[in-house]
């Protein structure tokens, strides 16, 4: 059976696939200013319009997590990285509603 949709995580899902490990990447498609504000942890910047510029900076054997402000954009994006092969997952919500505990204020860029 072949899905021709793109799944949708919940906050709480995603941060149950964090604890499994089961998440390869996360992506964040705000703008960079919003990025170095806040981001989860973990994540990649690229800004929803140079996705296509970067896609050599996305994982092609794992799962990727896309998340931008609203959820809008990292939908357009999961669609059409779900249909040429990758594994593309949605954050439901995006940032605004993310209430889960992987959330980096640290200041950017974040020491390690």
């Known amino acids: 059976m072949t899905m021709t949709a793109f ?15 089961r998440i390869g990447q996360i992506v964040d ?5 919003l990025f170095r ?3 989860i942890w973990g994540s990649i910047n690229i800004p929803y319009e140079e996705v296509e510029y970067h896609m050599d900076r ?18 357009v994006v999961c669609r059409d990285l779900w249909r040429m092969g990758y594994q593309a997952v949605d954050l439901a919500g995006g940032m605004l509603n993310y209430r889960g505990k992987y959330i980096d204020r640290r200041p950017f860029p974040a020491l390690e």
Do not use: H
């Open 29 to 33: 498609l705000r703008a960079p200013g």
């Open 58 to 75: 996305i994982n092609t054997s794992g799962i990727v997590v896309f998340y931008c402000d609203r959820g809008a954009k990292s939908m």
């Open 7 to 21: 799944p949708m995580i919940s906050y709480r899902e995603f941060d149950q696939w964090m604890e499994a490990g």
């Open 37 to 39: 504000r806040d981001r």
